[in-house]
């Protein structure tokens, strides 16, 4: 069939036989990965591929091999930037491996509106599904209700069974650390809300640090991610405590936190040094710029897929593979504490609260 006869349809895969010299079953191999297939000979199908510009009729293809190589997403609805970065890195290691990905967002935490996302997947003939479920009910829903096909969840604790392990702990307390060796005695934490396993973990790696290091813990009200949030508890906790640092959950928050402390008539970092956590792309361009926790989502959205894939293919259990390494990412929102920022503060060197001499926010 010559070009002229090809023209205004899709290339099919007997036109890609053609151009390879092979048998459409031989195209179908490649495809397919089977391992009885000359390197040669595949590599002849692929440039013929890539020449024509085909591309696989997924449905025809479940239908020959009972597979629809496409995973299922289940995301919560609210548009946060760590489960949508989540979601990216996902999609992309999926493709990569040959998948396609369908998403479907979680109306609310409650288990009649899980088990409808989840069926919704199913229906579209998902082979595996990735719940990005970080509130602890939405989690746990997943769990009751169960599905036909290998369930992985982000964001859990660390200790499930089919979650995957993401060290929310470890990068709060290098946070926190980071504060410490800097000086800084009088450190404030602005939690996440309750119910979410990442706020949990590093309210944790917070605390566990701050004893560490025989401090006493300052916790303010939990906000719910947003800049709106950290303002408002950033204000209410500058009229109750004086501090020198405050960590707060993610980055988020920390951008309302800098307007607050702002008001309070704090410079940052000259009277008050700041973490977030996250690494969002405008962290860099604050003012002055962020320091946080970067978080790899790309190398988790890989880890993830990869297991999940091991699972689906090969039978092979999640594995408790290793939390990965945080990075501490140092910008201009922190630095050394002074003994003018100490007086200020009303703090001894040894982080004891002598008297306030701030005026009054």
């Given at each position: 069939?010559?070009?002229?006869?090809?023209?205004?349809?899709?290339?099919?895969?007997?036109?890609?036989?053609?151009?390879?010299?092979?048998?459409?079953?031989?195209?179908?191999?490649?495809?397919?990965?089977?391992?009885?297939?000359?390197?040669?000979?595949?590599?002849?199908?692929?440039?013929?591929?890539?020449?024509?510009?085909?591309?696989?009729?997924?449905?025809?293809?479940?239908?020959?091999?009972?597979?629809?190589?496409?995973?299922?997403?289940?995301?919560?609805?609210?548009?946060?930037?760590?489960?949508?970065?989540?979601?990216?890195?996902?999609?992309?290691?999926?493709?990569?491996?040959?998948?396609?990905?369908?998403?479907?967002?979680?109306?609310?935490?409650?288990?009649?509106?899980?088990?409808?996302?989840?069926?919704?997947?199913?229906?579209?003939?998902?082979?595996?599904?990735?719940?990005?479920?970080?509130?602890?009910?939405?989690?746990?829903?997943?769990?009751?209700?169960?599905?036909?096909?290998?369930?992985?969840?982000?964001?859990?604790?660390?200790?499930?069974?089919?979650?995957?392990?993401?060290?929310?702990r470890g990068g709060a307390r290098l946070a926190t650390r980071h504060l410490v060796e800097l000086g800084h005695r009088r450190i404030l934490h602005i939690p996440g809300p309750p119910g979410w396993a990442e706020a949990e973990e590093r309210r944790r790696g917070y605390l566990e640090e701050m004893a560490a290091h025989n401090l006493v813990p300052l916790l303010a009200e939990p906000g719910d991610w947003t800049p709106e949030a950290g303002y408002v508890s950033g204000?209410?906790?500058?009229?109750?405590?004086?501090?020198?640092?405050?960590?707060?959950?993610?980055?988020?928050?920390?951008?309302?936190?800098?307007?607050?402390?702002?008001?309070?008539?704090?410079?940052?970092?000259?009277?008050?040094?700041?973490?977030?956590?996250?690494?969002?792309?405008?962290?860099?361009?604050?003012?002055?710029?962020?320091?946080?926790?970067?978080?790899?989502?790309?190398?988790?959205?890989?880890?993830?897929?990869?297991?999940?894939?091991?699972?689906?293919?090969?039978?092979?259990?999640?594995?408790?593979?290793?939390?990965?390494?945080?990075?501490?990412?140092?910008?201009?929102?922190?630095?050394?504490?002074?003994?003018?920022?100490?007086?200020?503060?009303?703090?001894?060197?040894?982080?004891?609260?002598?008297?306030?001499?701030?005026?009054?926010?």
């Amino acid at each position: 069939m010559d070009e002229r006869d090809r023209r205004g349809r899709a290339p099919s895969i007997r036109d890609v036989a053609e151009a390879a010299g092979v048998s459409y079953q031989t195209v179908s191999r490649v495809l397919n990965d089977h391992p009885k297939v000359h390197p040669d000979t595949a590599a002849r199908v692929q440039a013929a591929i890539v020449e024509l510009g085909y591309r696989p009729n997924r449905a025809a293809r479940a239908l020959v091999t009972k597979r629809t190589r496409t995973l299922g997403v289940l995301i919560t609805a609210r548009p946060l930037y760590g489960p949508f970065s989540s979601f990216l890195a996902i999609e992309q290691a999926a493709r990569e491996r040959g998948y396609a990905v369908t998403a479907t967002p979680n109306a609310s935490d409650e288990v009649a509106d899980i088990a409808r996302a989840i069926d919704s997947l199913l229906m579209h003939g998902v082979e595996g599904i990735v719940a990005i479920a970080p509130q602890d009910r939405a989690r746990d829903a997943i769990h009751k209700i169960g599905a036909r096909v290998p369930v992985l969840t982000l964001q859990g604790a660390p200790d499930e069974v089919d979650g995957f392990p993401i060290d929310q702990r470890g990068g709060a307390r290098l946070a926190t650390r980071h504060l410490v060796e800097l000086g800084h005695r009088r450190i404030l934490h602005i939690p996440g809300p309750p119910g979410w396993a990442e706020a949990e973990e590093r309210r944790r790696g917070y605390l566990e640090e701050m004893a560490a290091h025989n401090l006493v813990p300052l916790l303010a009200e939990p906000g719910d991610w947003t800049p709106e949030a950290g303002y408002v508890s950033g204000r209410s906790a500058f009229r109750r405590w004086d501090v020198t640092a405050v960590f707060t959950a993610n980055d988020e928050m920390a951008v309302g936190l800098l307007a607050a402390a702002v008001e309070a008539g704090l410079r940052v970092p000259d009277d008050l040094s700041v973490v977030g956590f996250d690494d969002i792309p405008s962290a860099r361009y604050l003012a002055p710029p962020l320091t946080t926790i970067e978080q790899d989502f790309w190398e988790i959205g890989r880890r993830a897929i990869d297991a999940l894939i091991d699972e689906i293919e090969h039978g092979v259990a999640l594995p408790r593979t290793p939390p990965l390494p945080w990075r501490l990412v140092v910008r201009s929102s922190t630095a050394e504490v002074t003994n003018r920022v100490r007086l200020a503060a009303g703090v001894d060197a040894d982080g004891a609260v002598r008297r306030s001499i701030r005026p009054p926010v």
